[in-house]
C-alpha cells in the first residue's frame, strides 16, 4: 500500500510570512496532486505536478516534485488569511487497474492570522 | 463552472437504516467516483465506475455498499445497513475519460445514531 503522510499536520502563522508543507512516501508516484478543501466542502485540485523535478507556481503558491517522484513541497510566500484552509496531497495508486484511485495524505490545517 | 452536485448535504439515520447518497457528475464527464473522509482521518478512496459497472473498490466498500447509475445523470451510493462507523462526509467525484484529476462535490456528511 502506498502512503502519503504530510507535514506538519498543523500550521499556524501571521500574516506575510512564508511556509512549506511537504508531503512524503517511500513509493514512486507517477505523479501528485495538491488540493486545498475549506470546511463543507469537497478538495478542490491546485495543481498536478508529473515529472521529476518539476516546479509549478500558481501565483503565491509553488509547488515542487521530487527528482525522485516520492515526495512534494508545496511553499506559500506572503501568506494572507485568504490561505487558510485545509491543504492535501494525493496521488494515484499504482498497479490500480482503473484510474482515479488516489491515495491521500492526512492533510495539513493551515491558519494565516490577519 | 461545471460542478459536482451532491444530496443531501447532511443526512442523520439510526443504525441499521438504509441510506441513498445521490450525486449528479459534470456531465461530460465519464469516471465516477465515491471517496469518504471520517472526521480527523484521510480522504479515503470507496469505488470507482465507469461504463455502467464497479471498475475498482476498497477494502472498505464491502456488501454493504452498493452504487447505481439508474439514469443518464444520477449516480448514487446506497448503505444497506448502517453502522455507527459509517458515519463520515461522503464525497463524490468525477473525471473524463483516462485521467486522475478529479472534481469533487461537496459532500453529504451521514450522521449515523
Known amino acids: 500500500t502506498q502512503l502519503l503522510e504530510q507535514s506538519p499536520q498543523f500550521l499556524s502563522i501571521q500574516e506575510g510570512e512564508n511556509l512549506t508543507v511537504y508531503c512524503n512516501s517511500s513509493s514512486v508516484f507517477s505523479s501528485l496532486q495538491w488540493y486545498r478543501q475549506e470546511p463543507g466542502e469537497g478538495p478542490v485540485l491546485l495543481v498536478t505536478?508529473?515529472?521529476?523535478?518539476e516546479v509549478k507556481k500558481l501565483k503565491r503558491l509553488t509547488f515542487q516534485f521530487g527528482d525522485a517522484r516520492k515526495d512534494s513541497s508545496l511553499h506559500i510566500t506572503a501568506a494572507q488569511p485568504g490561505d487558510t484552509g485545509l491543504y492535501l496531497c494525493a496521488g494515484p495508486n499504482a498497479g490500480g487497474t482503473s484510474y482515479g484511485k488516489l491515495t491521500f495524505g492526512q492533510g495539513t490545517i493551515l491558519t494565516v492570522h490577519p | 463552472e461545471p460542478e459536482v452536485t451532491q444530496t443531501p448535504s447532511h443526512q442523520v439515520t439510526q443504525m441499521g437504516q438504509e441510506v441513498i447518497l445521490r450525486c449528479v457528475p459534470i456531465s461530460n464527464h465519464l469516471y465516477f467516483y465515491w471517496y469518504r473522509q471520517i472526521l480527523g482521518q484521510k480522504v479515503e478512496f470507496l469505488v470507482s465506475?465507469?461504463?455502467?459497472?464497479?471498475?475498482?473498490k476498497s477494502e472498505i466498500f464491502d456488501d454493504q455498499f452498493s452504487v447505481e447509475r439508474p439514469d443518464g445523470s444520477n449516480f448514487t451510493l446506497k448503505i444497506r445497513s448502517t453502522k455507527l462507523e459509517d458515519s463520515a462526509m461522503y464525497f463524490c467525484?468525477?473525471?473524463?475519460?483516462?485521467?486522475?484529476?478529479?472534481?469533487f462535490g461537496a459532500g453529504s456528511r451521514l450522521t449515523v445514531l
Open positions: 467525484a468525477s473525471s473524463v475519460r483516462g485521467a486522475n484529476v478529479l472534481t
Open positions: 465506475f465507469y461504463n455502467n459497472e464497479i471498475s475498482e
Open positions: 505536478v508529473v515529472t521529476g523535478g
